[in-house]
């Protein structure tokens, strides 16, 4: 008669999810595993666990056998079908009230779909989303979980357990809500991490190639930033990695090329955007620029061929490197206004009830885009916050207007002397036309309506009154009526 002796199972063991069984495995927990890859599973074994309280499983029967219930089983494999495949497996293994986990980055729409059909089957499904990275798996990452809510206190203990901790107490772990919404979560925080990556190589970019600094200043720079208001995990590795050589003494940055990936949860959190009707305009141009920076060739042509246009550099170094600091900070501010705003949009939507000032505080250790300024965005939810938009929160606007002026100055800077900073640009504009009571969309409006009856509402009329215009006498006499476009 079998005995099953692991607490969990977890299947997949690429590097997070080597490394969360380890941090399992440190926290007192029994740990089954399984990879399709018998090698892999076998050389993990051997050489890594073999101290611990691993359980290697060659096949999902027999990682089924060795599972105390309610079984819980941890997905640590690529998103998309083979998350089904491997769900389609476990349903027929699993019994009812056993708990399969995806752990991966996968759309949160596909979370929804399989939260139901797990359901439907007398099963418990929780999709969660896990940031740090390999060092943020093995030591403690930031954690949201979200989808069935009956499995949350059956697992509750192990996620908290393993998660990184805020303080002595406050583990970066918490229930997010229902069906998709934890790996919703999940997908803005990487939209808002796409922001911030792209602002800090765009201000790279700047002491690169107009102040010709090199890699051991910018590194020094970097530094400095980090111990002020920037004070942030992204700002800290730039700091390093500008300032690792290899044994012959190179700067390995300088050997990179410069074209990025990307894994799909920025595009996502861009889709999103405009599903929802959110300009999230930062994180938006963060997507373009990756795609931009992938036609290398194309690029390296259009060098020699097209106009730069650009005039002489002449200026203070230290005084633009002031500027580009503030610049910095507030475009990174506006990349989390904008996250914040898409996830406020989607808890109306889908009545998820997001906690977005807990949420912020789930972001504090362990994950990629920790900062010093969460404590802020938390304190701002806590506050009767109108429209739930941050950029009415004191903490916010002071910032933010302290900084406007280098904003503008580094923007300007930018455009004169050819240099490509598009998502701090796409900040400034954003900050520009939130701030701007009375826009240009009249302009667009009278258009539509001119060329498709489309309609349009009178700054003397109620809202929700809407006008139709015959212009010159040849628009359309039927209005085609308003919609949301």
Not at 17 to 44: E, I, K, P, T
Not at 298 to 308: F, H, N, T, V
Not at 426 to 454: E, K, T, V
Request: hydrophobic residues 45%; charged residues 20%.
């Amino acid at each position: 008669m079998n005995n099953p002796r692991a607490d969990i199972g977890v299947v997949g063991l690429a590097v997070m999810g080597r490394n969360l069984v380890l941090n399992m495995c440190d926290r007192g927990y029994a740990v089954a595993v399984h990879d399709r890859d018998a090698q892999v599973m076998d050389r993990f074994l051997a050489s890594t666990a073999p101290s611990t309280r691993v359980i290697g499983a060659h096949s999902m029967h027999s990682l089924v056998t060795q599972l105390k219930r309610p079984r819980r089983i941890l997905l640590m494999i690529r998103a998309g079908h083979p998350v089904d495949a491997c769900i389609k497996t476990l349903l027929q293994v699993l019994e009812p009230s056993d708990i399969i986990i995806d752990g991966g980055n996968s759309y949160y729409k596909d979370t929804t779909r399989r939260v139901a059909l797990v359901e439907s089957k007398g099963l418990l499904y929780v999709g969660t989303g896990v940031s740090g990275g390999e060092e943020g798996a093995r030591h403690g990452p930031s954690i949201m979980p979200g989808g069935s809510a009956a499995a949350w206190p059956h697992v509750r203990e192990l996620l908290q357990g393993i998660a990184a901790r805020a303080d002595e107490y406050t583990p970066c772990c918490d229930w997010i809500g229902p069906y998709g919404a934890g790996h919703f979560v999940k997908m803005v925080h990487n939209g808002i991490e796409y922001g911030a990556m792209q602002i800090i190589a765009e201000a790279y970019a700047v002491m690169r190639m107009l102040l010709r600094m090199d890699n051991t200043a910018m590194s020094r720079a970097f530094g400095r930033w980090n111990e002020g208001p920037l004070h942030s995990y992204l700002i800290e590795i730039t700091r390093d990695i500008l300032a690792y050589r290899n044994a012959d003494g190179s700067h390995e940055i300088d050997a990179i090329l410069d074209s990025a990936g990307q894994k799909g949860t920025g595009k996502w959190t861009a889709m999103a955007a405009l599903e929802y009707g959110i300009p999230l305009t930062t994180i938006g141009e963060a997507v373009h620029a990756r795609f931009l920076s992938a036609l290398k060739e194309e690029r390296m042509q259009a060098e020699g061929a097209l106009a730069k246009g650009a005039v002489r550099w002449s200026g203070s170094r230290e005084q633009l490197l002031d500027a580009l600091e503030g610049t910095v900070f507030g475009a990174m501010l506006l990349s989390y206004v904008q996250g914040f705003m898409l996830l406020a949009a989607a808890s109306r939507a889908n009545d998820w009830n997001l906690d977005l000032g807990r949420i912020a505080l789930l972001w504090r250790s362990g994950c990629i885009i920790r900062s010093s300024f969460l404590e802020h965005i938390k304190a701002a939810f806590d506050q009767d916050l109108p429209h739930r938009n941050l950029l009415f929160a004191p903490y916010f606007r002071n910032a933010l207007g302290s900084v406007i002026k280098d904003f503008r100055s580094v923007v300007a800077v930018g455009a004169r002397h050819a240099i490509p900073i598009p998502a701090i640009a796409s900040a400034l504009a954003y900050y520009d036309g939130f701030r701007c009571g009375s826009g240009s969309a009249n302009m667009i409006q009278a258009q539509r309506d001119f060329f498709g009856a489309h309609t349009y509402e009178r700054v003397d009329t109620p809202r929700g009154v809407f006008h139709h215009t015959r212009w010159g006498g040849t628009g359309a006499n039927t209005p085609a009526g308003s919609y949301d476009a």
